[in-house]
């Protein structure tokens, strides 16, 4: 075998072991030690997925590849073999494996049988194929391409056949010694048993939702960084829900960092504050990226100084803020909900009747993005502290941070930051979408139905998205307003994917 195109299944939705499986770049430095030249690679999220397999594959497998080897359980390999000319080889040992056997985005199946004849019978197993079940050769029962027992079922040797002539290889298989299954190497009933119970533990709470592909290894390791400050920013006077903030300079005015460009302009509004030290240029109407045309702005020219407004100064400990200073200073720091939705955090503050629990929001479901992933591994103590500041100013007795669990980092490392509150707990949930909508989240977490019209407090609960407990936390310990957001830049054609800190405006 030579002139090898290695695939890997990045990613699946399930939970998994391994033991001593070769990862990607260990099995090719292995093959490549023996003389073997690889083609290329691939890391493919949910490689049993034939549609979204076949769309990443296009394309990407070099001419000259002789050979394809998958390191995944059998779907994937047996996914492989259905998309490619030349022959597909498994590198791993299904019994390595847990969780996935009968559960994956395929009607495939894997019996988990610890002699894997993938190699031999051209990617098409025999074991779940062949309603018999036979390793060395069809039965003679089959009529017109049909299984004698289920006649609406093709024989699963006819097919074995069939791909092993267009690759050219039936020599090779009739070379094969005769093939004995050892039927003490796995117990049936047990992996029967073992599914049944992984997929009711998988399902369990899943009361609606998908789980698209995610397609976050684009930018889930990347570090956030600094992204670079333009000469001039146009800062809207409209990045909320609500009025629009008045504004308070104009142009010729010199500014700094943090410092109130746009006074609140009702109760369901924020006050604005600007991103960079420079000179307003211009307050003029502006395109607003989701408003339209016409919306208010503040232009500034940026000196690159970024010089601290004289009010940004830490304020007292957490522990000596009454909830009311709390909420102020979350309302004079126009802090609004980084989720999306922009809705003045300090309104959330004051909800008037009894709050139960104040849930972060972490689950970050959409496919894509890691910008709430990466704050969470960067920024954990300002969330535990931003929360702590949220449930001091409505007496909540308990705050959950829900993490999705295709973010164990993220998960094992805010379960260590909580262990010192007693009234704090971590949940890792299970990866769909839409779980990180307010009303889903609050059912998952509290088991509790918002009612249509109502809002969280209606039944005793605020939620808070992970970048808006962190901007609280910046509020009170630096003293510093909302003037940048974490961004993911991502995807499959973006040069230089990454999670960014970008100034607002």
Same mark, same amino acid.
């Given at each position: 075998?030579?002139?090898?195109?290695?695939?890997?299944?990045?990613?699946?939705?399930?939970?998994?072991?391994? *033991?001593?499986?070769? /990862?990607?770049?260990?099995?090719?430095?292995?093959?490549?030690?023996?003389?073997?030249?690889? *083609? %290329?690679?691939?890391?493919?999220?949910?490689?049993?997925?034939?549609? #979204?397999t076949e769309k990443k594959l296009a394309g990407i497998v070099p001419e000259g590849t002789e050979n394809v080897v998958v390191i995944s359980c059998g779907l994937g390999v047996q996914t492989i073999a259905e998309l490619e000319n030349v022959p597909v080889?498994?590198?791993?040992?299904?019994?390595?494996? *847990?969780?996935?056997?009968?559960?994956?985005?395929?009607?495939?199946?894997?019996?988990?049988?610890? =002699?894997?004849?993938?190699?031999?019978?051209?990617?098409?197993?025999?074991?779940?194929?062949?309603?018999?079940?036979?390793?060395?050769? #069809?039965?003679? %029962?089959?009529?017109?391409?049909?299984?004698?027992?289920?006649?609406?079922?093709?024989?699963?040797? /006819?097919?074995?056949? =069939? @791909?092993?002539?267009?690759?050219?290889?039936?020599?090779?298989?009739?070379?094969?010694?005769?093939?004995?299954?050892?039927?003490?190497?796995?117990?049936?009933?047990?992996i029967k048993a073992y599914v049944t119970a992984a997929r009711a533990k998988r399902y369990e709470g899943f009361y609606g939702g998908v789980h698209p592909t995610e397609n976050k290894e684009y930018t889930e390791h990347l570090a956030l960084q600094k992204?670079?400050?333009?000469?001039?920013?146009?800062?809207?006077?409209?990045?909320?829900?609500?009025?629009?903030?008045?504004?308070?300079? =104009?142009?010729?005015?010199?500014?700094?960092?943090? #410092?109130?460009?746009?006074?609140?302009?009702?109760?369901?509004?924020?006050?604005?504050?600007?991103?960079?030290?420079?000179?307003?240029?211009?307050?003029?109407?502006?395109?607003?990226?989701?408003?339209?045309?016409?919306?208010?702005?503040?232009?500034?020219?940026?000196?690159?100084?970024?010089?601290?407004?004289?009010?940004?100064?830490?304020?007292?400990?957490?522990?000596?803020?009454?909830?009311?200073?709390?909420?102020?200073? +979350?309302?004079?720091?126009?802090? +609004?909900?980084? %989720?999306? $939705?922009?809705?003045? *955090?300090?309104?959330?503050?004051?909800?008037?009747?009894?709050?139960?629990?104040?849930?972060?929001?972490?689950?970050?479901? /959409?496919?894509?993005?890691?910008?709430?992933? @990466?704050?969470?591994?960067?920024? $954990?103590?300002?969330?535990?502290?931003?929360?702590?500041?949220?449930?001091?100013? &409505?007496?909540?007795?308990?705050?959950?941070?829900?993490?999705?669990?295709?973010?164990?980092?993220?998960?094992?490392?805010?379960?260590?930051?909580?262990?010192?509150?007693?009234?704090? @707990?971590? &949940?890792?949930?299970?990866?769909?979408?839409?779980?990180?909508? /307010?009303?889903?989240?609050?059912?998952?977490?509290?088991?509790? #139905? +918002?009612?249509?019209?109502?809002?969280?407090?209606?039944?005793?609960?605020?939620?808070?998205?992970?970048?808006?407990?962190? $901007?609280?936390?910046?509020a009170i310990q630096k003293g510093l307003p909302l003037v940048e957001r974490v961004v993911s830049v991502t995807g499959e054609y973006i040069k230089t994917p990454g999670n960014y800190i970008v100034k607002l405006g």
């Amino acid at each position: 075998m030579d002139n090898i195109f290695v695939v890997a299944c990045n990613k699946c939705f399930k939970t998994f072991d391994t *033991t001593e499986e070769p /990862e990607l770049g260990e099995f090719s430095a292995i093959a490549e030690a023996q003389g073997k030249h690889i *083609t %290329g690679t691939a890391k493919i999220d949910f490689l049993c997925n034939g549609v #979204q397999t076949e769309k990443k594959l296009a394309g990407i497998v070099p001419e000259g590849t002789e050979n394809v080897v998958v390191i995944s359980c059998g779907l994937g390999v047996q996914t492989i073999a259905e998309l490619e000319n030349v022959p597909v080889f498994t590198a791993t040992n299904s019994l390595n494996y *847990t969780g996935h056997h009968g559960m994956a985005l395929t009607q495939k199946t894997c019996g988990a049988c610890a =002699q894997c004849y993938l190699n031999v019978t051209g990617g098409i197993c025999p074991i779940v194929d062949c309603s018999k079940s036979l390793i060395n050769g #069809q039965c003679g %029962g089959a009529k017109n391409g049909k299984c004698e027992i289920d006649p609406k079922k093709d024989c699963a040797w /006819e097919k074995i056949y =069939q @791909r092993l002539e267009k690759q050219g290889r039936t020599k090779e298989f009739l070379a094969q010694p005769v093939q004995l299954r050892d039927y003490s190497a796995v117990g049936v009933d047990q992996i029967k048993a073992y599914v049944t119970a992984a997929r009711a533990k998988r399902y369990e709470g899943f009361y609606g939702g998908v789980h698209p592909t995610e397609n976050k290894e684009y930018t889930e390791h990347l570090a956030l960084q600094k992204f670079p400050e333009p000469d001039t920013v146009i800062i809207p006077l409209a990045m909320h829900i609500g009025a629009p903030a008045n504004p308070v300079v =104009q142009a010729g005015d010199t500014v700094k960092v943090g #410092q109130l460009i746009g006074e609140q302009a009702g109760f369901i509004s924020a006050p604005v504050h600007s991103s960079v030290s420079g000179t307003v240029i211009a307050v003029e109407p502006h395109t607003h990226p989701n408003k339209g045309p016409g919306v208010m702005s503040v232009v500034i020219k940026n000196d690159g100084k970024n010089t601290l407004h004289e009010s940004v100064q830490p304020n007292k400990p957490l522990e000596e803020l009454t909830p009311d200073e709390i909420v102020e200073i +979350v309302k004079e720091k126009g802090i +609004v909900g980084m %989720g999306g $939705a922009t809705f003045p *955090t300090y309104v959330k503050l004051k909800p008037g009747k009894p709050i139960d629990a104040v849930l972060i929001n972490g689950s970050e479901c /959409e496919p894509y993005l890691t910008a709430d992933h @990466r704050v969470l591994l960067e920024f $954990a103590d300002d969330i535990v502290y931003g929360l702590r500041a949220m449930m001091k100013a &409505v007496a909540a007795p308990e705050g959950v941070i829900l993490i999705e669990d295709n973010k164990p980092d993220a998960i094992a490392l805010m379960e260590e930051k909580v262990k010192p509150y007693d009234s704090i @707990r971590v &949940v890792a949930a299970k990866t769909q979408y839409p779980e990180g909508a /307010e009303k889903m989240l609050i059912k998952k977490v509290m088991g509790r #139905q +918002v009612p249509s019209g109502k809002l969280p407090a209606d039944v005793g609960c605020v939620v808070s998205n992970t970048s808006t407990a962190k $901007a609280i936390s910046d509020a009170i310990q630096k003293g510093l307003p909302l003037v940048e957001r974490v961004v993911s830049v991502t995807g499959e054609y973006i040069k230089t994917p990454g999670n960014y800190i970008v100034k607002l405006g």
